[in-house]
């Protein structure tokens, strides 16, 4: 799968806000997602960050 900074990605697993949809906000050997909806940011490894994805919406740029 693709993704860039700024992609909106859908992860297997929501944030407890009821959302499901997060941002790359920055991408490094972390990944690091901001939630669309309550704009909390999570890291985590690349590693896990692709063992949890589930899909790639859109790339905003
Ligand atoms: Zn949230």
Do not use: Q
């Not at 920055?26 to 960050?49: A, N, W, Y």
């Amino acid at each position: 799968m693709k993704y860039n900074l700024g992609s909106i990605v859908v992860m297997k697993k929501g944030h407890p806000c009821g959302e499901n949809a997060w941002e790359i906000v920055r991408m490094g050997v972390d990944i690091k997602l901001k939630c669309c909806k309550c704009g909390r940011t999570i890291m985590m490894d690349r590693i896990e960050f692709e063992r949890k994805l589930k899909k790639v919406v859109e790339d905003e740029k």
